[in-house]
């Protein structure tokens, strides 16, 4: 074990000395005691490895030197070295000075290079020297290669664990002395004072509340006052307050402001009515939505929004659109037909509705309709009911024989009269009468009349005796002829007439004549008939016949005939032949379909033109033709033509094509529709639209719309909110949503979703996962205590067991970033400084390395007494139970021993030297006080908790 010169730095206070001897010897070993910090060297040399190791296991640590002061101290009282310098605290890590003890970098301005240095002579001089007592540049430092064997130059602390109030202070090293460093807030010999702020400082605003924690005393360092508002107002200002180490507040009272929402505006086709208990737009505020007449508020608006205690209105601005009605609330009746108008958009407000009826069908109920403001249409469909005519009555007299189609005397009813015998219907009358589509009989009512006969005249040459038993001339009249002298009744004739039921006498009116040519001569051709003229009788002398053939038939052969003197008539009865019209050809793109039920293109035939699919007659042409009774058809030659359906227009925001095989927007033309990107074909819309036969298109016009996506699919994660903007229109193409979670949790899964043209969302919600930090794994030799499952906000807690001490921070806590604050701690066995065995003494240590709870025991060589501890224990703060034992002679030897040698050495006279020479030593100890008040650039290095440097 080499020796240690031990130079005491707290100037200890020598005691009085007396003439004896033995107090000699007292005050010697005074001198050699450590009361405070002071330095130490070997007597041997060694590298700078082992340097450091000896330091250790017997002292504090190697030296630190923060200034120039304490470099000129060791350079004054230090003893020139045996070989070389002396090693001190610094080495280079990683191309770094640093301070070994503390492990921090050396900084610029506690540098004390000597001249030129470090130059680091390109051979590993990672180690530092200092020069003592050399002539040039003592006290500065030189690197060196750390194999170089120097002088080991050492340091021990002072502070213990009580000498300033834990958690208040830093018990800090000086040169024979230490101080406490007190915390900011702190004050006092100990730290043992407090901070005060003033409490009438913390004063409650308007609309709020505070609540203050004391962790050092009622409104001290560090007390924390937080404002809180009541609820529709929020802190304007800093919400919190601290009491700092200057006796201030960190901040002045906010003030809590009433909250303010957005401010709204009046939808379009509508207005908005507020009330402000509070303030315009703010907390509590609300105001009431209207549209106009025909409009109606959006299916996402409330009519009422509400400004909440967040800042934020309980829904969006509201929006008006126009009222749309139920297009299915409007069907064609039985029987019926629709045309609607829409001047504000396809069953929306005031689009209006025309019912119609077929033919014999009568509207019942209202003919029109609108889409009303209520979203009700103005009426209930009508229906068609079947026109009704007026019930008829059988005749008196008659009966009446009815047949209906569709109902009891409604239209196309018809009714026959039939009289009885003897009776007919009047002149004015029809036999039968038809329900007309107007409600009316095609004639009056019916009624049976008693039957007529033509009334007769007494003929010429002759006389009439009639009798009428019901009427003259009428049902059941009889009349008698009677020819004068030289005429007799024509051979046709009889004598008495009767009139039948028919109305018609038994025979023709009876004549009396001369001469008669043969009335079977004139004969009634086919098809046609004769009319006779008989001036002088029937068939007599002088009567001519007229003949003429039926509608249709045209005269072949003489028309007239006449009797003649030779009982002849004049010429043969001629014949009826059927008229004939021109042949018709079949039509291009058609057919004819004709009908001769008298032959071939004559009278009365029809010719029915049907155009082929696609083609229709020309707007001149008649599809059915007729041949009259003049030979010719009633209209010309009909022609077909290609079917036109209306002409389509490009939709706004699409494109059209067509393609037209048969001519431009005619028969099979067809046009396809396209909308350009975030717009679609409304729902009644299709995609390409055909010309079909009938001249019309297989659906109407198409538009363009925006694209929605579903609203619903839009759904706020679990612990999270979603924001979402619509510049096209609520969820149409283009609309934004963004989602946010609340602190301590991170989206996964895509933040931003877009509304995309194909009606879907670019992606699904994200959801909101609580952040978690790595897993901690519990301490060699400690414990770890943690608030929650290693997620975000959780706090752990770390100690050491007895006889450890922690190196790191003893609380981290798991950050947003899914990191922890820091680095987790270690426990590190405490060790306590080396001892060296007592002079004259032997030491027995229970372990070689001085870890918590090693036991040494000390023992004196005979003539030695044991002073202080016999035993010491290395205890949990790495300090020695006690002082280290001192071997002192005891004094009766010391004092025959000195006695002895003075007397033989220099008499008695020589005594008073010694005297002398103890007093010098004394004046100069007194000289290395370094508690000196004289200003330097640099303070007296100091070192904290007896270990670590300010360094």
């Known amino acids: 074990m080499g020796f240690c010169n031990n130079i005491p730095l707290h100037g200890a206070k020598f005691l009085r000395f007396f003439a004896s001897l033995v107090l000699i010897s007292s005050v010697l070993n005074m001198w050699r005691s450590t009361e405070g910090w002071s330095y130490h060297h070997s007597e041997k040399i060694m590298n700078w490895e082992r340097a450091r190791n000896w330091c250790r296991q017997h002292y504090t640590d190697m ?20 070989t070389g310098y002396y090693w001190i605290g610094i080495r280079k890590i990683n191309g770094n000075w640093t301070w070994v003890g503390t492990n921090k970098q050396l900084s610029q301005k506690a540098e004390n290079w000597a001249t030129n240095e470090p130059n680091n002579g390109g051979n590993n001089e990672d180690c530092v020297e200092i020069y003592i007592k050399r002539k040039v540049d003592a006290g500065k430092w030189n690197d060196m290669s750390c194999a170089k064997e120097n002088t080991a130059l050492c340091y021990t602390v002072s502070c213990k664990d ?3 109030i834990s958690g208040h202070g830093e018990c800090v090293e000086t040169i024979n002395n230490h101080t406490c460093s007190c915390f900011e807030g702190f004050y006092g010999e100990r730290c043992e004072h407090v901070v005060k702020c003033k409490p009438e400082d913390i004063t409650t605003p308007d609309h709020a509340s505070i609540q203050c924690s004391h962790p050092y005393g009622n409104f001290s360092y560090d007390s924390k006052c937080e404002y809180s508002c009541e609820e529709g107002y929020k802190v304007k200002g800093y919400g919190m307050t601290r009491c700092t180490s200057t006796k201030e507040w960190s901040s002045k009272p906010p003030t809590c402001e009433l909250v303010q929402c957005p401010e709204l505006k009046d939808p379009q086709e509508g207005s908005m009515q507020c009330h402000h208990p509070m303030g315009n737009f703010s907390y509590q505020s609300t105001c009431e939505f209207v549209c106009e007449e025909g409009y109606k508020l959006g299916d996402s608006s409330s009519s009422t929004l509400f400004c909440g205690a967040s800042g934020h209105w309980n829904d969006s601005q509201p929006y008006c659109e126009i009222v749309k009605c139920k297009p299915e609330d409007i069907t064609t009746p039985h029987h019926g037909s629709v045309q609607c108008s829409h001047s504000n958009g396809n069953f929306s407000y ?20 609108s889409c009303t403001s209520t979203k009700e249409w103005s009426s209930k469909p009508p229906t068609c009911e079947l026109v009704q005519c007026p019930e008829l009555t059988e005749p008196q007299e008659g009966t009446m024989q009815c047949h209906h189609p569709m109902g009891n005397f409604s239209y196309q009813s018809t009714c026959d009269f039939v009289c009885d015998e003897g009776y007919t219907l009047g002149e004015s ?20 009349e008693i039957v007529q006969c ?42 008495t007439l009767f009139c039948g039921a028919s109305g018609h006498w038994n025979d023709s009116q009876p004549y009396c004549e001369i001469v008669k040519c043969k009335p079977e001569d004139i004969t009634t051709p086919h098809h046609g008939s004769v009319q006779c003229s008989h001036p002088n009788g029937n068939f007599s002398y002088d009567s001519q016949c007229e003949y003429s053939c039926e509608e249709g038939y045209n005269v072949k052969g003489s028309g007239t005939t006449s009797c003649t003197s030779t009982k002849e008539w004049s010429s043969k009865p001629p014949t009826c032949e059927l008229v004939q019209c021109p042949e018709l050809t079949e039509p291009q793109e058609g057919t004819i379909q004709c009908h001769h039920p008298m032959g071939n293109f004559s009278y009365q035939s029809t010719c029915d033109f049907v155009c082929d699919e696609g083609y229709t007659l020309g707007e001149s042409s008649t599809s059915t033709l007729f041949c009259g009774a003049n030979g010719h058809w009633n209209d010309s030659q009909s022609n077909c033509e290609i079917v036109q359906c209306p002409e389509l227009t490009k939709p706004q925001e699409g494109t059209m094509q067509c393609h037209h095989p048969m001519g431009n927007f005619s028969y099979q033309s067809t046009c396809e529709f396209v909308c350009e990107e975030g717009y679609t074909l409304g ?37 999270g909110s979603v924001q979402c903007s619509h510049p096209k229109g609520n969820f149409s193409y283009d609309s934004q949503c963004e989602y946010t979670c609340e602190e301590g949790y991170n989206v996964k899964g895509s933040s931003m979703t877009t509304c995309t043209s194909t009606t879907e969302w670019s992606s699904r919600p994200p959801t909101c996962e609580l952040i978690q930090c790595p897993v901690l794994e519990n301490l060699a030799d400690g414990e770890m205590r943690c608030t929650s499952n290693f997620s975000y906000g959780s706090k752990c807690i770390f100690s050491c067991a007895e006889g450890y001490r922690l190196q790191g921070g003893s609380e981290i806590s798991c950050m947003k970033t899914s990191e922890w604050s820091q680095e987790t701690p270690r426990c590190e066995a405490v060790v306590c400084p080396q001892i060296q065995e007592p002079v004259n003494g032997h030491m027995n240590c229970s372990s070689a390395e001085p870890t918590f709870g090693t036991v040494c025991t000390f023992s004196c060589l005979d003539n030695h007494q044991l002073q202080n501890n016999e035993t010491v224990l290395c205890n949990h703060t790495g300090n020695w139970s006690g002082e280290v034992a001192v071997c002192q002679a005891h004094s009766e030897a010391l004092v025959t021993e000195v006695t002895l040698g ?9 005594l008073l030297l010694v005297l002398w020479m103890l007093k010098k030593l004394r004046r100069n100890a007194n000289k290395f006080d370094l508690n000196s008040n004289s200003e330097t650039e640099d303070h007296p290095q100091v070192y904290k908790n007896s270990i670590d440097s300010l360094i």
């Open 63 to 82: 030296v630190a030197i923060q200034n120039k002061e304490e470099s000129s101290h060791l350079n004054n009282f230090l003893p020139v070295a045996k």
């Open 683 to 719: 729902d009644s819309s299709s995609y390409t639209l055909f010309c079909g036969a009938n001249g019309h298109w297989n659906d109407s016009q198409p538009y363009c719309e925006f694209v929605k996506c579903k609203p619903e699919d839009i759904t706020t994660p679990d612990h």
């Open 429 to 448: 009358s029809t036999s039968t009468l038809f329900c007309g589509a107007s409600g009316h009989w095609n004639d009056s009512q019916s009624n049976c």
């Open 454 to 495: 033509p009334e007769l005249t007494k003929p010429q040459e002759g006389t009439m005796q009639c009798h009428h038993p019901m009427g003259n001339f009428s049902y059941q009249s009889t009349c008698e002829f009677v020819c004068e002298k030289g005429y007799t009744l024509g051979d046709s004739s009889s004598s």
């Open 162 to 164: 009580d000498s300033c």
């Open 902 to 910: 003075v007397a033989a050495a220099v008499g008695s006279s020589s």
């Open 350 to 369: 005031d689009s209006h509705c025309e019912y119609s009826c077929e033919e014999g069908y009568n509207v019942k109920g209202s003919g029109t309709t």
